[in-house]
């Protein structure tokens, strides 16, 4: 059985950083697509950034420059490192995961964790 779990997630001011963590378990992170998303209440979930099992990386144009996703195979981890944090980035993040390799956009990930929250103030 997949499991996904995000720790990681706090409130910290624009600016800072935060790195985020998505244990996976009944799965092998690093041999297939993993994302990050994040969804704001009343607004549709978006894509952060993805990385496929061949460590090809995608960054949705808010995350550029600043985001980098990033998976541990030792530890069954992925990673999303936000930098120059601002308050636009305060939303919900999941950890989305598919079965295959590679990734085909931000669609099709089928396994979903229970989000952690990120609160950026300014």
């Known amino acids: 059985q997949v499991q996904l779990v995000e720790s990681g997630g706090g409130s910290v001011q624009a600016g800072g950083s935060l790195r985020l963590s998505c244990q996976a378990s009944g799965y092998t992170a690093s041999s297939s697509c993993m994302g990050w998303f994040r969804q704001v209440p009343g607004k549709e979930r978006e894509g952060v950034a993805r990385i496929s099992g061949g460590g090809a990386t995608t960054y949705a144009d808010s995350a550029k420059g600043r985001f980098t996703i990033s998976s541990d195979s030792a530890k069954n981890t992925l990673y999303l490192l936000m930098n120059s944090l601002k308050p636009e980035d305060t939303a919900m993040y999941y950890c989305?995961?598919?079965?295959?390799?590679?990734?085909?956009?931000?669609?099709?990930?089928?396994?979903w964790g229970q989000g952690t929250q990120v609160t950026v103030s300014s």
């Open positions: 989305a995961a598919r079965i295959n390799w590679y990734c085909a956009g931000w669609a099709d990930f089928g396994y």
